[in-house]
């Protein structure tokens, strides 16, 4: 059925151990598993249309074929020629099956997504099997990533197009698409990644899983033979500033956006100011590097919300003593759920929420940041909600506390401040909220003192898994202060220096 060629049309750059893992056993057996869900069976003759969990990433992972270049990183570890023969049958069934605009061809097949992340198996393949069959495929693939109408710049998607339509490129012997993914991947990372190394996605894991395929991009652009732009280089170097400064003291990022709350960064070279104001929209600050201990906090203001990002705005977050304490509803899923969607809303942020209706998309702006060794002062406003919202946030060190105070000139709102889901309410007593693990406490101080409300939310711990955590919505009044003070149920106010 296929042989291996002595001679190519072109080189074969094979990015197999950028694949994700996959038990090789088990798809062997016909069974696969994604998106952290159980493993489902697909047997030997596969339906592409399946999707047993209704799940849109498992449906999309099917279709990148990933799963079957792990059988092709196999074979060439260790000779078994059965990984080499079920892998050309998954590919030669996918081809078949999957006719470009065919009438019952699943929506996930040709999303430009899994073309993109397919074509690179493809070429890993076609190191090993020469068929019309798969030849033709990778044709297909390569115009349809150079078509400039399916083209997404700018967006980690665009990305991955840029890195298939390469090995193709390469592959088939094309030069004219191997310069046009040179040529997109450098103008795409520059409308994404900005100089301050923000990736316009609006969530760090965006910037860290594209820090990560820029490298792959790197690796094979030199591999074609090809000098890596500099100005390609520079921007992924960039990026390496904002993850490390959303990094918490626990190793994972700050869940904003579309950022789950258990992803974990490597450590990237991180010399610099302990406090970092980013101008799309970011204020990161610890008070020290490289000790699980130290405090950090994130504030949300910049551009509108866009692709990754949520409605945030004003949002914080905050760890001290080795806590997380406020954290946001996070990151759940792509799925279609009213509770995914909720996540992206208001509601699931640390955020003062006035009267009237929500404006998506406004933007947010920084006042004045002041910015000193011991404390640091920031204050932001918008009008998303049809009055001037305007949040002034203080973080102190040494006495660790952040406090927040929130007003609007007419009208009223309420804030609401969204704790770790470990913290449990072990006392209540007028304008306070005492909680505590084990035998830690943190103490959230309110003026107002009436009407505060102790209630749950469901946030996210990671994709797919949710756990319910206590939630404080303050009074509604014009003017609301708030200040969460870590390691103590009884705070000695004078030392605070409140605003």
Known sequence: MFWRARTTTGRAICLSDQFPAADVAEVMDGRVRFAGLPPADLGTEIDWTADPYGNRSWALNLHTLRWAGRLVAAYERKGERAYLERAADVAAQWIRRNPRGGREVSEWAWAEHAVALRAPVLVCLSEHVRTPLLWESMAEHGEVLADPALYRAGHNHGLDQDIGLL??????????????????????????????????????????????????ALRAISE???????????????????????????????????????????????????????????????????????????????????????????????CAQGRRILVEAGFHSYERTEYAAWTRTPQAHNVPIPDGDLRPGTATRLLSADLGP??????????????????????????????????????????????????????????????GDGDWRVTLLQWPATGMEVGTSTVSSGYLRTEEAVTVTSGAAAEVLTAIVPGTAAPDLERLHLP
Do not use: K, N
Request: with cysteine.
């Open 374 to 435: 011991e404390r640091q002062v920031f204050e932001l406003a918008d009008d998303a909600y049809g009055v001037t919202r305007t949040r002034r946030v203080l973080v102190g060190h040494g006495d660790d506390v952040m406090a927040v105070r929130d007003s609007v000139p007419s009208g009223t709102l309420r804030s609401l401040w969204h704790f770790d889901p470990a913290l449990r309410v072990v006392e209540r007593r007028a304008g306070a909220v005492v909680l």
């Open 167 to 216: 090995v193709i490129a390469c592959r088939l012997g094309r030069a004219r698409w191997r310069d046009l993914a040179v040529r997109r991947m450098t103008g795409s990372a520059e409308l994404a990644v900005d100089a301050q190394g923000v990736l316009h996605e609006q969530a760090p894991r965006y910037g860290l899983y594209v820090h990560r395929r820029l490298g792959v």
């Open 224 to 318: 074609s033979g090809a000098q890596p732009p500099a100005r390609l280089t520079a921007r992924r170097t960039a990026l390496e500033s904002h993850i490390a400064h959303a990094t918490q003291p626990d190793g994972c990022l700050t869940p904003i956006g579309d950022s789950p709350a258990d992803t974990r960064a490597p450590g990237f070279p991180h010399d610099g100011p302990l406090v970092r104001v980013f101008d799309a929209g970011y204020v990161f600050g610890r008070t020290a590097w490289d000790d699980p201990r130290s405090a950090h906090y994130s504030i949300r203001f910049g551009p509108g919300r866009r692709l990754h990002g949520h409605e945030d705005h004003l949002g914080v977050t905050y």
